[in-house]
C-alpha cells in the first residue's frame, strides 16, 4: 500500500498528480480525467463544508448513476463525512428505514416522493442537476478546510440485506476500505491502459469498488446501467473499448448469448479480463466466452459487504479447480469452523470465516448483531463469521457450499426471503407470504396469500421495497402449508414449484 494512501480520497489525489489527463470514469456521454474528477471532488467537499456538514456527518445518495456520484464519494471521504450510497429503486418503506436508522444531514435524489420522506424528518435535500453545476462550474477548485479525519473513522455505510426485515447497514472506515482496495489490486491487476466497463450499480459493493481499484491502478471505470443483460450490452462493450467486464452471472450469460448469436460486422471487445461475484458462474457460460473470445482470462472471486472480497481465483485458475473461488486475499486468512468455533481440516465442511484487515467496523448501531458476526479473536485482527459454509483444500482454496439462513442470491445481488416476504405482507390484501430462494434453473418464488391476484401481489409490493429484490414468479395460494410446529412447510411449497414457475405473472 502506498504510504499516503491512508484516507480513501488519497487515491484519487494520487492518481491525478501521476496521470492527470487520464479518463478516469465514464457515464453515458460524459467522461472525466483525473484532473477533472479531482477538481469536483473539491468544489463538492467545499460546497458541503459550506453548507454546514461536518466531520461524522451522513450523507446518503438515492439516484441514478452518473459521473456526479464518484465526485461526491470522494467529496464525502475529502470532507470527512460518512456517506451511503442506495440503489436507485429504493423508495418508501426502505428509504424511510435508512433515513431513520442513519440520520443524515443531506439526501441527494431527484425524486420528489423521496425529498418529501426527507422534509418531514427536517432533512435537508439536493438533486443531482444542482450538485453538477457545483461540481462542474468553471474556475479553480476551493481549497477544503482539513477535518482531521484519521483512518480508523467511518467512511462508508452499505445498507445489505439480512435476516430481518428491513436492511442494515455495514461500517466500512478508510483504513479497512483502502486495504481492501491494494489487496484487491494485487489480485488482479488492473493496468493503467484497462478500459474497466461496470454494469453493476455504485449501491453494489463490488461496483463500488471497481470505481476505487480502477483509481488506484489509473484505467478508466466505465459506469453502466444497472443489472444490464440486453442487448445493447454488447455494443456497450464495443463502443467503450472494454478491457475488463466486472459481472454477475446474469451479466455474463446475456454476453454469452449475445456472442453467440451475433451477426454483426466488426470485432467483438477487447475484453482481456472477467471477475466474477455475487453468485456461482455456470461453467457453461465460462466455455461460450472463452470461445468466443480466445484471449479472455476469467477470475472468480468470493466475497460479502461485510469484508469486501475474502478470496480470488488466480487468472483461470477455474480450468484448474473447478468449483472453487479461490485464495485468501494477501494479509488476510480464510478458513472453516465446526459449530463449536474449531477450525476444521483440508476437505471438512463448516462455516466460512475472513479474518484481517477487510473485515469491517461491524453493523451501524446494531450492537447485538454485531457481536454475533464480528469477533476480537486470537489477536488484533477481527474475524467475520460470515454464515456461509464450505471447505478449504490442502493448498487454501475456498469452496462454497451454501449457506443456513435466509439469504440467496438473486442476479448477483444478496436478497433476504425475511426481508421480501415482510414487504409482500405490507401490500394491502395480502394476509402471508413465503419466499422460496432460487434453485437453477428456477428463480425465486413468492406464494401470497390474500383475495389479490400474482400480479397485484408484484405491482404492490413496488411500493414496498427494491424491484430487483422482488421474485418474478408469484403463486397466490388460499393458504400456506403448515407444519406439526405450526412453521410454513418448505418442503410442500417446494412441491408446488414446478407448476409455478410456468405461471406468468408479469
Known amino acids: 500500500m502506498s504510504a499516503h494512501a491512508e484516507l480513501l480520497h488519497h487515491l484519487l489525489d494520487e492518481a491525478a498528480a501521476a496521470t492527470p489527463d487520464a479518463p478516469a470514469v465514464s457515464s453515458g456521454d460524459h467522461t472525466l480525467t483525473y484532473r477533472e474528477l479531482d477538481a469536483a471532488s473539491h468544489r463538492l467537499a467545499g460546497w458541503l463544508q459550506a453548507q454546514g456538514l461536518r466531520r461524522g456527518?451522513?450523507?446518503?445518495?438515492?439516484?441514478?448513476?452518473?459521473?456526479?456520484?464518484?465526485?461526491?464519494?470522494?467529496?464525502?471521504?475529502?470532507?470527512?463525512?460518512?456517506?451511503?450510497?442506495?440503489?436507485?429503486?429504493?423508495?418508501?418503506?426502505?428509504?424511510?428505514?435508512?433515513?431513520?436508522?442513519?440520520?443524515?444531514?443531506l439526501l441527494v435524489t431527484d425524486?420528489?416522493?423521496?425529498?418529501?420522506?426527507?422534509?418531514?424528518?427536517?432533512?435537508?435535500?439536493?438533486?443531482?442537476?444542482?450538485?453538477?453545476?457545483?461540481?462542474?462550474?468553471?474556475?479553480?477548485?476551493?481549497?477544503?478546510?482539513?477535518?482531521?479525519?484519521?483512518?480508523?473513522?467511518?467512511?462508508?455505510?452499505?445498507?445489505?440485506s439480512g435476516t430481518t426485515s428491513l436492511p442494515k447497514a455495514v461500517v466500512t472506515t478508510h483504513q479497512q476500505l483502502t486495504f481492501s482496495v491494494h489487496a484487491i489490486q494485487s489480485v488482479l491487476g488492473y493496468r493503467p491502459s484497462d478500459v474497466v466497463y461496470s454494469p453493476l450499480p455504485l449501491s453494489f459493493d463490488y461496483g463500488l469498488y471497481q470505481l476505487f481499484v480502477s483509481t488506484l491502478s489509473g484505467a478508466h471505470v466505465v459506469l453502466g446501467r444497472p443489472a444490464e443483460v440486453g442487448p445493447a450490452l454488447l455494443n456497450n462493450l464495443v463502443r467503450a473499448g472494454a478491457t475488463v467486464l466486472a459481472a454477475v452471472p446474469s451479466v455474463a450469460e446475456a454476453l454469452a448469448r449475445l456472442?453467440?448469436?451475433?451477426?454483426?460486422?466488426?470485432?467483438?471487445?477487447?475484453?482481456?479480463?472477467?471477475?466474477?461475484?455475487?453468485a456461482a458462474m455456470p461453467a457453461e457460460t465460462l466455455r461460450t466466452l472463452r470461445s468466443a473470445l480466445p484471449g479472455l482470462h476469467v477470475q472468480l472471486m468470493f466475497g460479502l459487504t461485510e469484508c469486501k472480497r475474502a478470496t480470488i481465483m488466480p487468472p483461470d485458475g477455474d480450468l484448474e479447480r473447478p468449483?472453487?473461488?479461490?485464495?485468501?486475499?494477501?494479509?488476510?486468512?480464510?478458513?472453516?469452523?465446526?459449530?463449536?468455533?474449531?477450525?476444521?481440516?483440508?476437505?471438512?465442511?463448516?462455516?466460512i470465516v475472513v479474518r484481517g484487515p477487510n473485515v469491517m467496523a461491524g453493523y451501524w448501531r446494531r450492537p447485538e448483531l454485531t457481536a454475533q458476526r464480528f469477533r476480537r479473536v486470537e489477536g488484533l485482527f477481527p474475524q467475520l463469521d460470515t454464515g456461509d459454509y464450505g471447505w478449504v483444500d490442502e493448498?487454501?482454496?475456498?469452496?462454497?457450499?451454501?449457506?443456513?439462513?435466509?439469504?440467496?442470491?438473486?442476479?448477483?445481488?444478496?436478497?433476504?426471503?425475511?426481508?421480501?416476504e415482510a414487504a409482500a405482507r405490507r401490500v394491502p390484501g395480502v394476509t402471508a407470504a413465503a419466499v422460496l430462494p432460487p434453485q437453477?434453473?428456477?428463480?425465486?418464488?413468492?406464494?401470497?396469500?390474500?383475495?389479490?391476484?400474482?400480479?397485484?401481489?408484484?405491482?404492490?409490493?413496488?411500493?414496498?421495497?427494491?424491484e430487483f429484490k422482488i421474485p418474478r414468479h408469484c403463486l397466490v395460494l388460499d393458504a400456506l402449508p403448515l407444519t406439526g410446529n405450526g412453521k410454513v412447510?418448505?418442503?410442500?411449497?417446494?412441491?408446488?414449484?414446478?407448476?409455478?414457475?410456468?405461471v406468468r405473472t408479469r
Not at 440503489?87 to 428509504?95: D, F, I, K, P, S
Not at 428505514?97 to 440520520?103: A, F, I, K, N, R
Not at 456472442?259 to 455475487?278: D, Y
Open 111 to 160: 425524486d420528489t416522493d423521496a425529498r418529501e420522506a426527507a422534509r418531514r424528518r427536517d432533512v435537508r435535500a439536493q438533486t443531482t442537476e444542482a450538485l453538477a453545476a457545483v461540481a462542474f462550474a468553471d474556475g479553480p477548485a476551493p481549497e477544503v478546510a482539513p477535518p482531521g479525519t484519521l483512518a480508523v473513522d467511518p467512511v462508508c455505510l452499505i445498507y445489505t
Open 323 to 351: 468449483g472453487s473461488s479461490g485464495r485468501a486475499l494477501p494479509g488476510t486468512e480464510v478458513f472453516v469452523v465446526d459449530e463449536e468455533g474449531r477450525r476444521l481440516a483440508p476437505g471438512e465442511i463448516g462455516e
Open 259 to 278: 456472442l453467440g448469436r451475433a451477426r454483426r460486422p466488426g470485432p467483438p471487445p477487447p475484453l482481456r479480463l472477467l471477475t466474477n461475484t455475487g
Open 489 to 502: 412447510d418448505r418442503k410442500a411449497l417446494a412441491a408446488l414449484t414446478e407448476e409455478a414457475v410456468r
Open 440 to 466: 437453477r434453473p428456477a428463480p425465486a418464488l413468492l406464494f401470497a396469500v390474500g383475495g389479490l391476484s400474482a400480479s397485484e401481489v408484484l405491482r404492490g409490493m413496488r411500493e414496498e421495497i427494491e
Open 395 to 420: 493448498d487454501g482454496f475456498l469452496y462454497f457450499d451454501g449457506r443456513r439462513d435466509d439469504i440467496y442470491k438473486e442476479n448477483g445481488f444478496r436478497v433476504s426471503a425475511t426481508e421480501v
Open 57 to 105: 456527518d451522513r450523507l446518503v445518495v438515492c439516484a441514478p448513476g452518473s459521473v456526479v456520484q464518484p465526485a461526491l464519494v470522494y467529496a464525502a471521504a475529502r470532507a470527512g463525512i460518512t456517506f451511503s450510497l442506495l440503489h436507485e429503486q429504493v423508495r418508501g418503506v426502505q428509504l424511510d428505514h435508512v433515513l431513520d436508522d442513519c440520520e443524515p444531514a
